[in-house]
């Protein structure tokens, strides 16, 4: 059932290929119906033996030359007349058959059997419309000149009969009726071949990164392409504009903000030393304390225009146990102050092509989450193993965790669980996951053994 649910939607759905394909085919009907206009305002609804005149002029001839010999005479024309009738005994089609009658001398020589009398028509009027019978009929009479001997053809003029008359005369119908069925697969197959460059343009937009906004690579010389590539190039230059002076801004605040931080946080130190009074000590260190909860975000921003901004260094091979150890190194002074034992469980010599400076900050922000979630007495473990042609770092806390259902969120700018009570800006994870990406890798979020949070980032070997 989904299955036809599906067919039936894509059926029903418009396309740009379909519109061009029916738009063929109804030209192609369109080109087809102002031939069939022509060919009918031409006469073409009139059959051959009326609109030529040599049929005639043999029946007249056999008429005149066997005018002393009727019997002769009338044997000739019943054959001249079964001649005529022919095609059309053979195709079963006898009701719409031609018929003929043949005068000389004032006087009826011959009729087509079965045909009425007391009809005749004028060589003058060409092809006449008249009734026979109660049945409309199309007839034309012919004269000889010189006799004065007449002949009249006649023929039903019914729909069939237009159609088989503008078969043979025409030259359209036919081809027509085959071509029709077979012109959807060349047109297809045209459109699609004409619409090559535009694919080649949906390939190269599909394929970038939300972070690539140089200009589109393809620019196919078709005028209609032209004009859509450069309006894409130039929003493409507008919003790396735009997004280059909201990088500048906030580096540039956070860079302003360090200074009045550090000196607050002087002046705060220095008054606390010069004071014994607890309450305002208990107040200064509130201020430290939010200060240097102000630093870290200021850091935290720098870091995260830095991994969002082109990378303008060359990624280089870099050591990643060493580059791990040696920052553990550096956060074992916070596991310690924290309470939190910080350990290296499992690594191997492993190599990668990265930025260091962005790899520092992948590792202390994960790290440092572990840290700051993990209860006094807890553990984090860290580990670096070879999986194939990627390497997995891994830190797992003894923390609260995260739900399953925001472990795709809290990877967004300034989201935090609204389970935490640890305070913190939102951005540790998010910066993470932007290095991650920057180095062709991702970062997956899972339950760690025995409870707390497992943080996995899978990067491509050297």
């Not at 894509?10 to 030209?27: C, D, E, G, S």
């Not at 500048?248 to 302003?256: G, L, R």
């Not at 580059?323 to 553990?328: A, E, M, S, T």
Request: charged share 20%.
């Amino acid at each position: 059932m989904n299955l036809l649910r599906r067919g039936w939607h894509l059926i029903r759905q418009p396309t740009l290929v379909r519109r061009l394909m029916v738009a063929q085919v109804a030209l192609v009907l369109v080109l087809w119906g102002v031939v069939f206009a022509i060919v009918l305002n031409d006469g073409g609804d009139t059959p051959g033996y009326l609109s030529s005149p040599s049929t005639a002029k043999a029946v007249l001839l056999v008429a005149d030359n066997l005018a002393g010999q009727p019997a002769q005479q009338h044997h000739t024309l019943l054959a001249v007349d079964a001649a005529l009738r022919e095609d059309f005994v053979e195709s079963d089609l006898l009701d719409i058959s031609p018929l003929m009658m043949v005068w000389q001398r004032g006087k009826l020589i011959y009729q087509t059997a079965g045909m009425p009398g007391g009809v005749q028509g004028a060589p003058e009027r060409g092809v006449e419309t008249m009734y026979i019978g109660g049945t409309r009929y199309r007839a034309r009479t012919f004269r000889a000149p010189d006799t004065g001997t007449t002949v009249m053809f006649a023929g039903p003029a019914g729909p069939l009969e237009l159609f088989l008359s503008l078969n043979s005369r025409g030259y359209f119908l036919l081809p027509l009726l085959i071509s029709l069925p077979l012109l959807p697969l060349p047109a297809w197959l045209s459109i699609r071949l004409a619409l090559r460059p535009w694919r080649q343009v949906a390939q190269e937009v599909a394929a970038r990164g939300p972070a690539d906004l140089t200009p589109l690579a393809c620019r196919p010389p078709h005028r209609e392409l032209v004009a859509m590539v450069d309006s894409i190039n130039a929003l493409l230059l507008r919003v790396n504009s735009s997004a280059q002076r909201e990088r500048s801004f906030i580096a540039d605040a956070a860079h302003e903000l360090r200074t009045p931080l550090a000196a607050m946080r002087v002046h705060a130190e220095a008054l606390q030393r010069q004071t014994d009074h607890p309450v305002q000590r208990e107040l200064l260190n509130g201020i430290l304390n939010s200060g240097n909860r102000a630093g870290r975000l200021v850091g935290q921003l720098l870091q995260l225009m830095r991994s969002d901004a082109p990378d303008s260094a060359p990624h280089v091979r870099l050591a990643l146990d060493v580059l791990l150890q040696d920052r553990l190194a550096v956060l074992s002074m916070l596991a310690s102050r924290s309470g939190v034992e910080l350990e290296m469980v499992e690594t191997e010599p492993v190599h990668i092509l990265g930025h260091s400076e962005s790899l520092v900050s992948l590792i202390d922000n994960l790290v440092e989450n572990a840290i700051k979630y993990s209860p006094p007495g807890g553990m984090v473990q860290v580990s670096i193993v070879v999986a194939g042609e990627e390497l997995v770092l891994s830190v797992r806390d003894q923390g609260p965790g995260i739900a399953p259902a925001m472990r795709q969120r809290v990877f967004d700018r300034f989201f935090r669980d609204p389970r935490q009570t640890q305070s913190g800006s939102g951005l540790g994870l998010a910066i993470a996951a932007s290095v991650a990406a920057s180095h062709h890798g991702r970062i997956e979020l899972g339950d760690a053994l025995g409870g707390g949070l497992l943080a996995t980032v899978r990067l491509p070997r050297a």
